[in-house]
Each structure stands twice: as structure tokens, then as C-alpha cells.
């Protein structure tokens, strides 16, 4: 019994502090982006497209480095320096972020100077130099948002997770500070505004890096530069963060290729010509289409950020504990238990994305530039994208079982068929879906993503059936097996429901902000209820497990 306390207690303890922050900030995210929809809207000038393709590359390594990969790579030589001397802990992070500053550095003067050459050749094309003026005020995020990303690694192997978990909330208070007053009140231009919101991001990864200084220093850190000591060490973090931070981004890295496919594909006027294989066709996108994806990414990814990256950075350290011990019945259970409280919110999160896709951006954008169109065609995206929730949460808990077990190449060898897939179902789709089939590609291929991993996983574990290991582990594995299907029953149960009472409303897009917001709670609270309530009736454990107190 002792050792089960001990799996349980650490999981759900931080699970609830990660996921309280996470919750506070993807909360402020979406007021964020309500704000930002209604300056902006989806087609104001193209300054929201200019705005989300400027913000990419920064925002894709605050992905690559704050998801996880970082921490996934660090904790092992952290763990190890520990246990032996922790003076050499913080010799070890003190030169990791020395060299991080100088390559991000580097890296930054570089994309800076490419944003030059961009803004000199593009005389005349009003995008491209919004673009490029964006992107070198956003560019020096890249270096603060690295050495932030150490920080919270280093703070997450002394499980700390309440810091690292709180710092987003910092960008998102000084992006809604500037979008809410002082853009308004500074100019009426959107482009102006943009470079407002551009230069709040900045100060913003500067503050997330600045706040956790001081906590650093409560645990003991002192700077120790030290490079001939911990040059291999730094090296095989190194080696290691490469493939799983490809690993990890798969979703960013396939999100920006549907972004830059919108971008290139995509014009104010459809019936544009477009040189294509040989021949000559009509632009398959409009103008727009970047920004539409942008905002229905923020949706989706509400439920996913709570879900499986909060529930993959909680789940990593147990995990690499007891593969480091070769306790593989523990390292079993740990797994099951993370998929079973991912998947209990994951598949009615996914339902309830469709179901509710047009009321909630209804709801969160209809306001200033936002208008009734842009909702219809965000609110498709919404619904196209939700039907990979339940994926895209799950794959951050998977892929770090496998980096757990220090095995970094099979999701970076399967992430790359999937990233090359994505690019070319989406080239595909869009001839034949317009914009909808960039997010419909997306959810597909997260989808195949799923599968090949637990192909994997079941070879290696048998998570979901073959040998069993012992008796506990097959109860275990069975309770996962049931809660897929405890879920889906419910799911469907609440979906009928919730799409039943949405049929007997009026369009909710035609209704006031207060009703709106009346209509969209009602179902909501009816559907969540009803999901909680079927899945008591079904026996389901999941929601008991998360709500109980820890034990100590």
C-alpha cells in the first residue's frame, strides 16, 4: 500500500498546483486574444495576419522549450548531481544557461539581420514589412523565453512546479495591459497597435525569465560557471533535447507548416491566379485564413494545455524515477494512471469542442472587428480542429513515457513521417476543403500520430493487452481499457443531450453578449453534469481520484 501512496500522492499534488496556474493563464490567454480578435479581426488590413506570422517562430520555441523537452533532457544529470553533490548542480545550470545565452544570442542577431534583408526587399508590399517589423521586435523573446525555459527545468527537477506554471500568466498580463488600454489609447492604426502588443511579448519573456531568479536562489543557486566540468554533460543535454523537443513540437511544427500554407496560399481576393503544377488556378484561401487558424488554435488548445501538457510535465519526474530503478510494474501504473485522467477530460472536451464551436467563439469574439463572418469561418476551424483534442492532449503523456525510458528516437522518427504526412495532406485538402482541410489534416495526422506511438508502446509495455505482468498491473490495464469505454458512453450520452437542447435555441450568434453567455453556461453546466453523472453511474473512478486529498 505504501508504494501506491507514494505514486498517487506526488501526481495528483502537482497535477492540482500545475494545472491551477495553467488554468489562471489559459484563462488570461483568452481574454488575450478576445482582445486582440476584436482590434484587429480576422482582416483588418492583413495586420492580424502579418501579427500571428511574426509571433510564430517565437512562439514555437517558447513550445520546443517550455513543454517539456527541456526538462525531460536536464532532470536525469540534475537528479544525478544531486543525489552525489549539489554543488555541481548548480555548476551544471549555470553554465547551461551561459551557453544558452550565447547561442540564443547569436541565433537572434542572425534572424534580426534576415528581418532586415526582408524589410529592404520588400519596398512596397505592406505585409511583408509588417512582417518583418514584427518579427524583429518579437525576435530577442527567443533568448529570454530559452533562459526562462532552463530556469523552470531546473525548478521542475526539484519539484517545484508552482513557479514555472505561473509564469505565462506574466505575458498574458502585459499583452491584455496593451491591448485593452494602451493600444487603444496610444493610436487608432492596426499596425501601430501590432507593434504595441509585439514590444508587450518582449517585456513579457523578460519578465518570465526575471521572476524566477529569486526562487532559483531560495533552492541555493549561485553562479558557478564551470565549462570543463560539465561540457559533456551539457553536450548529451544537448543531444538529447534535440530529438525530443522535435518530439514534443510535432503539434507547434505542424500548426506553423498550416500556417505558412495559409499564408502562401491564401489571398484578399480569391480569384487571384496562382502558377500551380504547370498549370494556372484560383488562390484555394482567403485572406485571413492565418488568423482564423490562430484563433482556433487558442480554443483547442485550452482543454489540451490542462490536460496532457500539465499531466506530461507532473507525470515525467515519476516516470523517470522508476525507469531509472527498473521498477517496470510501477512505470506501468504510473502510465495507465496519467492516460485513464487524461482521457476521462479529453474525450468530452473533444465532443464538447464540436458541439459548441460556433456559440463559444460567438461568445469569445464577436466584438469590434470581429465580425459575423469571421465567426462563421473561425467557429469551422474550431469544430475541424476539436475532433483531435483528445490526441492532441494524449500525446505529450505518451511520448514522454518514452523519453522516461530514455528512448528519444522513436517519437522523433515516427514525429517526422507524421510532420511530412501533414504537410502533404494539407497541400492536398485545401484544393478541395478551402481552409477548413488545414485543420481537419491537423487533427488526422495527430490522430495517426496516436496510434503509431501506442503501437509502440504496446510492444514495449503492453499497456493495453498481451502479457501481464502481475495482478495489479492487469487490473490496472483493465481500468484503462474501461475507461475509454466509460467515456465514450457518457460522451455520447452528453453530446445528444447538448446538441438537443442547442437545437431548440435560437442561433446564438444573433443573441446579445448576456445571452450568449447565458446560453452557452446553461449548456455547459448541463452537459458537464450529465457527463459526471453517467460516468458515476458507469463506476468510473477517475473524477474520486482527482478531487480526493492527497495522503502524506
Not at 525531460?72 to 543525489?83: C, G, K, N, Q, V
Not at 523552470?152 to 509564469?167: E, G, I, M, R
Not at 551539457?234 to 500548426?255: K, W
Not at 485564413?289 to 519526474?317: D, H, K, N, W
Amino acid at each position: 500500500m505504501n508504494r501506491i501512496k507514494t505514486v498517487r500522492s506526488p501526481f495528483f499534488r502537482g497535477l492540482k498546483i500545475t494545472a491551477f496556474w495553467t488554468l489562471v493563464s489559459r484563462l488570461l490567454g483568452m481574454v488575450r486574444d478576445v482582445a486582440t480578435a476584436a482590434l484587429f479581426g480576422l482582416t483588418e488590413n492583413g495586420v492580424m495576419d502579418a501579427f500571428v506570422i511574426a509571433f510564430r517562430v517565437p512562439n514555437i520555441f517558447r513550445r520546443l522549450f517550455g513543454e517539456g523537452a527541456l526538462s525531460a533532457s536536464m532532470l536525469p544529470a540534475i537528479a544525478a548531481r544531486r543525489e552525489a553533490d549539489s554543488h555541481s548542480v548548480w555548476q551544471l545550470v549555470s553554465t547551461l544557461l551561459g551557453c544558452v545565452f550565447v547561442i540564443m544570442a547569436i541565433l537572434t542577431l542572425v534572424a534580426e539581420l534576415s528581418c532586415g534583408l526582408l524589410w529592404i526587399g520588400s519596398q512596397g508590399q505592406t505585409e511583408y514589412r509588417l512582417v518583418a517589423g514584427l518579427s524583429a521586435v518579437m525576435l530577442p523573446y527567443l533568448l529570454f523565453i530559452a533562459m526562462a525555459s532552463v530556469a523552470s527545468a531546473t525548478l521542475h527537477a526539484f519539484n517545484h512546479f508552482s513557479t514555472p506554471a505561473f509564469v505565462p500568466v506574466l505575458l498574458n498580463s502585459m499583452w491584455i495591459i496593451t491591448a485593452v488600454v494602451i493600444a487603444p489609447a496610444w493610436n487608432d492604426a492596426p499596425a501601430t497597435q501590432a507593434y504595441l502588443i509585439a514590444i508587450a511579448v518582449l517585456l513579457g519573456g523578460i519578465l518570465q525569465f526575471a521572476v524566477q531568479i529569486p526562487v532559483l536562489r531560495r533552492f541555493g543557486m549561485r553562479w558557478q560557471w564551470n565549462w570543463i566540468d560539465n561540457y559533456s554533460a551539457i553536450f548529451r543535454i544537448v543531444r538529447e533535447l534535440i530529438p525530443m523537443a522535435v518530439g514534443l513540437a510535432i503539434l507547434p511544427i505542424n500548426t506553423l507548416i498550416d500556417t505558412a500554407i495559409a499564408w502562401i496560399f491564401s489571398a484578399s481576393n480569391p480569384e487571384t491566379p496562382i502558377a500551380w503544377l504547370g498549370g494556372t488556378v484560383n488562390y484555394p484561401l482567403q485572406e485571413g485564413t492565418v488568423a482564423a487558424i490562430y484563433f482556433a488554435e487558442r480554443l483547442y488548445q485550452f482543454p489540451v494545455g490542462l490536460l496532457g501538457v500539465v499531466i506530461g510535465l507532473v507525470t515525467f519526474p515519476a516516470l523517470s524515477r522508476h525507469a531509472t530503478t527498473g521498477d517496470r510494474s510501477q512505470f506501468v501504473k504510473q502510465m495507465i494512471q496519467a492516460l485513464r485522467t487524461n482521457l476521462f477530460f479529453a474525450i468530452p472536451a473533444t465532443a464538447g469542442l464540436i458541439l459548441l464551436a460556433e456559440p463559444l467563439t460567438s461568445l469569445l469574439f464577436r466584438h469590434g472587428a470581429f465580425t459575423g463572418t469571421d465567426i462563421q469561418r473561425t467557429a469551422q476551424m474550431v469544430a475541424a480542429y476539436g475532433c483531435g483534442v483528445w490526441a492532441y492532449s494524449t500525446l505529450p503523456i505518451i511520448i514522454r513515457g518514452f523519453y522516461a525510458a530514455e528512448d528519444s528516437q522513436t517519437p522523433f522518427r515516427l514525429g517526422m513521417v507524421v510532420i511530412v504526412t501533414n504537410a502533404l495532406v494539407d497541400l492536398i485538402c485545401i484544393w478541395q476543403l478551402g481552409e477548413t482541410g488545414l485543420a481537419y489534416a491537423s487533427a488526422a495526422v495527430a490522430t495517426l500520430f496516436v496510434l503509431l506511438l501506442a503501437r509502440e508502446a504496446q510492444l514495449r509495455w503492453q499497456l493495453f493487452a498481451g502479457p501481464l505482468i502481475d495482478r495489479q498491473n492487469k487490473q490496472a490495464k483493465n481500468i484503462l481499457i474501461i475507461t475509454l469505454l466509460r467515456s465514450s458512453l457518457a460522451t455520447v450520452t452528453m453530446y445528444v443531450v447538448g446538441y438537443f437542447l442547442l437545437r431548440q435555441i435560437t442561433p446564438v450568434v444573433s443573441l446579445s453578449f448576456g445571452g450568449r453567455f447565458f446560453i452557452v453556461s446553461i449548456i455547459l453546466i448541463c452537459s458537464v453534469t450529465l457527463y459526471l453523472l453517467v460516468s458515476w453511474l458507469l463506476g468510473a473512478r477517475e473524477w474520486r481520484e482527482l478531487s480526493r486529498r492527497p495522503k502524506r
